[in-house]
């Protein structure tokens, strides 16, 4: 049955890993060293073997709903059967995948700003929509920063695939909605008095410093679920989304006029 699970070891660390019988002949990483190794025909750990070093079962529907999250997700869930951290390397996979949409936005450098071409302006709509999109982005962050440090270490040591799951999907509607907000950014032109470029350019690096910081803290978690750390290691883990710009942001803000001059 292609649902079968064929149980080996790692021929280079001797992790104990699980794979469908569907995988054999077939190639996949190490979850522990990395190495590549081949799936073999039959299981080579026996069952009373196993009950000593596998720190959970799964479920036949477990294992439905993590093979529907792609290869990775399945190698982490599956390798990591043997080690107390296993979702470590499954949520950085999950949050990896939910990353990718605005990875692809704030990478594309060939993007371009939408410029005001008017001689003439009124300056309410564009104060408006300084203040509109910062208010946007401040709500986005009090969600991330909020989800990533109250919610993470519940995530981890919750010994539940549908929390984990749940968990990443809120952070990719997050995620999903920050890259909106970055694309919105290039989307409006703005005069090209100041302060007007100062703070376009401020909002525009934004969404990337958020992303930078997501990718950081998914290699890390990475790397805790593989070194096998401490409980409390994770918390070495640098979680700041606030971007460094907000002081300089604020600045330029307060130089908006108040009145609606012809800006030329």
């Excluded at 093979?67 to 499954?90: K, M």
Aim: net charge negative; glycine share 4%; aromatic share 12%.
């Amino acid at each position: 049955m292609a649902n079968e699970v064929i149980k080996f070891r790692c021929y280079y660390c001797s992790q104990h890993i699980r794979a469908f019988r569907e995988h054999i002949g077939q190639s996949i990483a190490c979850p522990s060293c990395g190495s590549m190794i081949t799936v073999p025909r039959e299981s080579s750990v026996q069952e009373e073997e196993e009950e000593l070093v596998v720190s959970r079962k799964f479920t036949d529907e477990e294992l439905t709903l993590i093979r529907r999250e792609g290869s990775g997700a399945y190698e982490a869930f599956i390798g990591g059967a043997v080690r107390d951290y296993w979702q470590f390397t499954l949520v950085a996979d999950l949050l990896g995948k939910r990353l990718l949409p605005l990875q692809a936005t704030v990478l594309d450098i060939m993007r371009k700003q939408e410029v005001y071409e008017r001689d003439v302006v009124t300056h309410t709509q564009f104060v408006q929509f300084i203040n509109e999109k910062s208010e946007e982005f401040f709500g986005l962050l009090y969600l991330l920063a909020d989800r990533m440090t109250n919610e993470l270490e519940r995530v981890l040591y919750q010994d539940d695939l549908n929390t984990i799951i749940a968990f990443a999907n809120q952070l990719g509607i997050i995620l999903g909605r920050l890259k909106d907000f970055h694309d919105s950014i290039y989307q409006k032109p703005l005069p090209t008095v100041y302060p007007y470029p100062e703070l376009q350019g401020i909002l525009k690096s934004w969404a990337p410093f958020c992303w930078q910081n997501m990718k950081n803290v998914i290699e890390e978690l990475k790397h805790l679920g593989v070194r096998k750390q401490t409980d409390s290691s994770w918390k070495r883990v640098q979680m700041s989304f606030s971007p460094p710009t907000l002081h300089q942001f604020y600045y330029h803000k307060l130089q908006l006029p108040e009145a609606e001059p012809d800006l030329f």
